[in-house]
């Protein structure tokens, strides 16, 4: 099974809630620290979402809804 990134966060925490999200709809999941081994921790706090390829799509359209502005006011 072939995993691809769909998204970054600026911690392991948010990257995790996210993921654990997809539980729900059975799609597996994957966190990747950005932080070159355990080399760069402090440098490079974030991390990234990784999904199945067959599924990315799906996960897209569902961190789009989930993460959608609010409308602006005038």
């Given amino acids: ?5 769909v998204a970054s966060y600026s911690s392991r925490l948010e990257a995790e809630t996210i993921g654990h ?4 709809y059975q799609i597996p999941y994957m966190v990747k620290n950005e932080d070159a081994g355990g080399m760069l921790m402090d440098l490079m706090p974030g991390a990234t979402l990784w999904v ?3 599924k990315a799509d799906l996960v897209s359209r ?3 809804c989930a993460v959608k502005p609010p409308p ?3």
Avoid: G, S, V
């Fill in 1 to 5: 099974m072939d995993f691809i990134k």
């Fill in 21 to 24: 999200a997809l539980d729900q």
């Fill in 52 to 54: 199945p390829a067959d």
């Fill in 62 to 64: 569902l961190l789009h």
């Fill in 72 to 74: 602006k006011r005038e």
